[in-house]
């Protein structure tokens, strides 16, 4: 374990205003939510975990205020989350700071409070430019909406800015998600997520698609989805630097990124998670109570909610770090891997590693592991062959 590795911290905030059909996320419809409970309960956890020994003085990287929505929040609980981090740990010069938004619930004066609480990046949860899209993605927001939004957090000084999109959307053809991935560029964003939809069990969506399938794009057609959003994104200047995300030049999100390298990062929050690499080369890692009223009582109570937690071994630390690994374009640092698990993914994987080689799926280029480009077609099974049972 190095204390000199980057530390992230997850804030989640689990509450919207409605439950979109097709929402895995731990988030609940609350019409009032208990913000200053929540606050309080944010505050002991960063307390709690300021004084582990894993944790103990580091520096953190980025933080990530995802959700649920957090831009219902009081721009005051972000304030004191910060505050609190900064009394603490230390902070990166270059300290990445992200807001999950919802064009639903983007007001001017929230943007500039947000802004002076220290956020800098938004990230704002467009979905579709296509109003029949967003009815059918039970969003509560109107394409005009999202653009004006946009427009706020750019006049609140936001000079960082995704937007979120779905495609492969039950009957959508490529023609109407360009129209939207063009409405998208038209605005100039810094960075763009943009995620195939996927029906996820335990969904209302999951349960109307048993009642009745869904029309969903055959495999075919959801791969030209991804082939020509990466070809139009490369022609407008983003890079796309992992299977769903594109940047402008220095605008990759370095939070998620941290995911992918397998940094350690505190989760908290209801339903937030944490991991940290072990002495021995295995990982810990902790899920928080996912009902938000279960977490504040616990939170306040003991200091922290963790509804569960696990060890993973050496070998599972070691699968879990390729399957991350190989979401971003640049694939895995060998001399990395090799580093920080005493093995090189060749001498952890020799059989499967050849396979892949052999079949062109994976390559190797200079000092990186990485998919080829139809590799990227089948991503999933590559990176999950790599898992080991936990
Ligand atoms: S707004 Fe986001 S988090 Fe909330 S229900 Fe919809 S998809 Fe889930």
Redesign the pocket.
């Known amino acids: 374990m190095s204390m000199t590795q980057p530390l992230r911290f997850y804030v989640h905030t689990p509450f ?1 205003l ?3 059909h097709y ?1 895995d ?1 731990n ?1 609940h419809v609350f019409s009032n939510p208990p913000w200053e409970k929540y606050q309080q309960a944010l505050l002991k956890e960063i307390e709690y975990y300021a004084q582990q020994p894993q944790f103990k003085q580091r520096r953190i990287s980025s933080i990530f205020f995802g ?3 957090p831009s219902l929040a009081p721009p005051e609980l972000f304030e004191a989350v910060l505050h609190t981090l900064q009394t603490h740990f230390s902070f990166a010069n270059d300290i990445e700071i992200s807001l999950e938004a ?1 064009p639903g619930a983007s007001e001017a004066q929230r943007f500039q409070a947000y802004r002076a609480a220290g956020i800098n990046r938004v990230s704002i ?1 467009v979905q579709s430019f296509d109003a029949a899209e967003l009815k059918w993605l039970e969003r509560i927001h109107s394409a005009d909406e999202a653009i004006k939004a946009y427009h706020i957090a750019r006049d609140a000084g936001f000079d960082n800015i995704n937007l979120d999109l779905m495609y492969a959307l039950p009957k959508q053809s490529l023609a109407s998600w360009f129209t939207t991935l063009e409405k998208a560029l038209a605005l100039e964003p810094e960075h763009l997520s943009c995620y195939q939809l996927t029906v996820e069990p335990h969904t209302q969506l999951a349960i109307t698609h048993k009642k009745q399938a869904l029309a969903l794009p055959h495999d075919d057609l959801a791969l030209d989805f991804l082939w020509q959003t990466r070809q139009r994104l490369q022609q407008a200047g983003y890079q796309a630097y992992e299977i769903s995300n594109f940047a402008k030049a220095g605008k990759t999100c370095q939070h998620n990124q941290g995911y992918w390298l397998y940094d350690d990062y505190v989760g908290i929050g209801a339903g937030a998670a944490g991991k940290w690499d072990a002495e021995d080369g295995g990982v810990w890692r902790y899920s928080n109570l996912r009902s938000p009223n279960t977490y504040i009582d616990t939170a306040l109570q003991h200091g922290k909610a963790v509804g569960s937690d696990e060890y993973l071994n050496l070998a599972q630390a070691m699968g879990e770090a390729m399957w991350l690994g190989l979401r971003q374009s640049q694939g895995i640092h060998i001399p990395s891997f090799s580093q920080r698990f005493g093995n090189s993914p060749q001498q952890a994987y020799p059989q499967l590693l050849q396979q892949w080689l052999q079949q062109e799926q994976l390559k190797q280029h200079q000092h990186y592991l990485q998919l080829t480009e139809q590799g990227l077609n089948i991503a999933d099974d590559i990176a999950a062959s790599f898992l080991v049972a936990v």
């Open positions: 919207c409605h439950k979109c929402c996320f988030s959700g649920g929505t919802n949860g």
